[in-house]
């Protein structure tokens, strides 16, 4: 009796992950056609094209330079800047005006994407161009890069479009959530990793050195960046030397609390006792 409950287990648990994986696939594939609905196609993208109940009218297709695609019985068909959904709306009409199918049932996905690319350059881990496989965003497209280099990307990045507008983007609330800084991209756009301004500590700290400069940096953490005070350093004794607008250098006496500005200098002193 042992046995065979644990063959009606075995049974039942099969019937379960079977159901699960069929729910998984369609899940899948609502997610790819979603994706497909927001794309626009272009020249170079490879078409998987099923028309059901025609195998000899189904297959893939490349779209040509011009845009068009060539198809059995309709000829040449345009669909850059067109949907899947569009195109497949498009072959149903063709097919039923030509009288060629009554009623026809088409299925048009993206096999290969490659008329869409956006460029992402500067302080990231891959620079280089991406091809767009859906309607995407900076995240998105930063994602597939690698994301920025943490010691050397700025906290500001930059957005040029293909028809020369630019837009900023603040890297450090895209990372916090903020839908607003996370631009749709389209083709030929261009996502620039700007380097972060510098700053230089040396005297008594830990490690001497230059220091990516982060938003609103204090004193003390410049300090804490640099590994810390040696026995005989002083946050009491900090001078800052900083260039005016007319690139003459002045020097500061600097507290903790003082917030640090591009290629300033930090001079840690030695403590009086």
């Known amino acids: 009796m042992l ?68 198809y059995p019985l309709i000829g040449q068909v345009q669909v850059a800047g067109k949907s899947p959904a569009q195109v497949e709306a498009q072959l149903v009409s063709q097919f039923t005006e030509g009288g060629y199918l009554r009623n026809p049932q088409v299925s048009v996905l993206v096999v290969e994407y490659r008329s869409q690319k956006v460029s992402v350059m500067g302080h990231v881990t891959k620079p280089g161009q991406y091809s ?15 994301g920025p280099i943490n010691e050397e990307a700025a906290d500001a990045a930059t957005l040029m479009r293909k028809d020369g507008s630019k837009a900023t983007i603040d890297l450090t609330a895209l990372f916090s959530g903020d839908p607003a ?25 830990q490690k001497p050195g230059m220091y990516k400069l982060e938003r609103n940096m204090t004193v003390s953490r410049a300090i804490s960046a640099g590994g810390g005070l040696t026995r005989r350093g002083s946050e009491g004794r900090v001078v800052i030397k900083r260039k005016d607008k007319n690139g003459k250098e ?11 500005s591009a290629d300033d200098v930090v001079m840690v002193k030695e403590g009086l006792f």
């Open 181 to 205: 800084q996370n631009h749709v991209v389209t083709g030929g756009d261009t996502v620039y990793v700007p380097r972060a301004p510098q700053f230089y500590i040396y005297g008594e700290v």
């Open 3 to 70: 046995i065979d409950g644990f063959a009606s287990e075995g049974r039942d648990f099969r019937w379960t992950w079977s159901v699960a994986l069929l729910l998984i696939c369609s899940m899948l594939s609502s997610l790819v056609r979603a994706a497909d609905a927001d794309y626009r196609l272009g020249a170079g993208d490879l078409l998987r094209v099923n028309v059901f109940g025609s195998p000899e009218l189904s297959g893939e297709v490349r779209i040509s330079e011009s845009g068009n695609i060539t």
């Open 132 to 146: 767009l496989t859906t309607a995407s965003r900076v995240l998105d497209v930063l994602a597939e890069a690698g």
């Open 250 to 260: 002045q020097h500061y006496s600097a507290r903790g609390s003082d917030v640090l």
